[in-house]
């Protein structure tokens, strides 16, 4: 029985020690987590419509923690969402005390007035966002009507022709990188631009892209004027283009 006793003790104590040793090591763990790994830098990657600032305000707004690796772990159970314009940011620990925010923007393929609102769209045509915000780098499209449009819903434009026009006409702004302020489509069907005090009249469409290729080198021989410049015969090769000015 003596015997018996001392192997039992034996054990408990044997057991108490590793209890004792797991809870200095969680204990060791956890103030080593929440003291040396504090967020002094923080890096944006992927950010167009927004700068460095606004993202790292809404990073903060969502349920800051002060804490690389918790912050990360914290934005993989419950991501910054809900922000215009941005379908997603990752963060990830990019060492003790710095992270690496990284924005995915969603693909804007073109934008249309409707209400006083802006009506953001991908290129299936699906609204991506319907904002007052009007971002400088999208022309809007205007002369256009519908009876609603609903977010994520299908751009109700049954004329296909003219979607695809719409998207050609975008794809190309941002192909040649032109400072577009809005585009127009008239009751005669035909393509209207705006370039600060300068209206680009391109009639049918029908050639658009030989139109725009050279558009940049045109606008910038009529920087700081006031009228129209009509392309609508323009031929590429011999670059016949007419500018009335506005008296």
Known sequence: MSDNNKVIKFQKRKTHVVSAVIVVTITIALVVLFTCFKINEIQVTGNKHYSKEQIIGYVKDDGYIDNTILLMLKNK??????????AKIGIDYAGAHKITVTVYEKAIAGCIE??????????????????????SDSPCVTGMNFESVE????????????????????????????????IQFTSEDE???????????????????????DLNQILDGLAGKNGTLNMKDFDNAVGTASFKAKK
């Open 191 to 213: 393509i209207v631009l705006y370039h600060e005090n300068i209206r680009i009249e391109l009639g049918d469409g029908s050639k658009i892209e030989e139109q725009l290729i």
């Open 151 to 182: 977010l994520h819903g299908k751009l109700p434009i049954k004329d296909k022709k003219r979607f695809k026009q719409i998207l050609k006409l975008t794809q190309l702004i941002s192909k040649y990188n032109l400072k577009i302020d809005s």
């Open 77 to 86: 159970i419950n991501p910054v969402s809900d922000i215009p314009f941005i």
């Open 114 to 135: 409707y209400m006083d609102r802006y009506v953001y769209f991908d290129q299936d045509g699906y609204v991506l966002e319907i904002s007052l915000k009007k971002l």
